[in-house]
């Protein structure tokens, strides 16, 4: 009686997973933001430790700002095992012993999905802002 | 007390060492695995493991927002694992790992939500679906072939250290 009662909730368990599995990939497939072909027109800006900045206005047909960033030359292509790490951008390197880094933002806002995984459309504008302090 | 706190800092260790060495394998992790055995065999001495293997990570990565969901995540499956305790099926508990997969995103979110607001933990959710579900893919693929074989020797292990 037991091992039926256990074989029934290990098959309803199953069951349930594999229900919330496939809800969990129609919702990603439902609110997956999808690249724009062609050609788009976007903005990065470098703003530097003194201050200065650096606009690139570029023209491509690159699905995601990791594309961008690396195909213009903008940053160094520092891969590590996380992805794309930028340590150098507009030929200024940060110097992690000070804690800097360049810091990713859209529209003057926080992103949230790395490099990679932000995909670009026509008109976005970016920016890479030498940061002090983690 | 000295013999549980040596073994709560090995374990501790051994935890470490194990998700350093698949970590450039995306969400393909043995901690899972270890939280659950070590909870079921030596019970509470799992917060003294989880305890140094979270400062471990911290230490080596840099006390980012990811450490803040470590901090209730591995203690959460402890909890979970506790709670089943008296399950002894390798189906059900690679369920159950593969359940934690899956959700791993949903609840590090919270901290999302907290720092950047509803926008900010929807999109760090929706964006780590594939990751959640190849998490809750290797967890259950992982469970399920080594439970019973790492149960039986953990607990002639902990025999012969407690006997």
Known sequence: MTKTKNRKGLVIGAIVLVIVIALFG???????????????????????????????????????LEEVLIGEKIVEDNQTEF?????TADGETVNEMNQEWWCITKDGETLFTGAKDTLIADGD?????FTTGW | MAL?????????????????????????ELVSLCVVLFTLVFGKRIIGILAVFILLEGLTFGFGTWW????????????????????????GWAMLSGAFGLLF????????????GVGG??????????????????????????YKKLRNLLEKL???IYM
């Open chain 2, 4 to 28: 549980d706190i040596c073994l709560m800092a090995i374990l501790g260790v051994v935890v470490y060492v194990l998700q350093v060495a698949l970590g450039f394998l995306p969400n393909i």
């Open chain 1, 83 to 87: 992805g794309l790490y930028i340590l």
């Open chain 2, 105 to 116: 995103g949903a609840l590090g979110s919270i901290v999302y939500f907290v720092i950047g």
């Open chain 1, 125 to 129: 504008k970016y920016e890479l802002t």
């Open chain 2, 158 to 160: 902990r025999d012969k």
């Open chain 1, 26 to 64: 129609i919702i990603y497939s439902m609110t997956k933001p999808e690249a724009n072909a062609g050609e788009k027109n976007i903005t990065v800006t470098v703003i530097h430790k003194d201050l200065t900045e650096k606009v690139f206005d570029v023209q491509t047909d690159a699905e995601n």
């Open chain 2, 68 to 91: 803040f969901m470590y901090l209730y995540l591995w203690p959460l499956l402890a909890l979970v694992t506790y709670f089943f305790r008296r399950m002894d099926s390798s189906l």
């Open chain 2, 121 to 146: 933990g929807v999109a760090y959710f929706l964006s780590g679906i594939p990751y959640d579900i190849t998490h809750c893919i290797g967890n259950f693929i992982l469970m399920l072939l080594l």
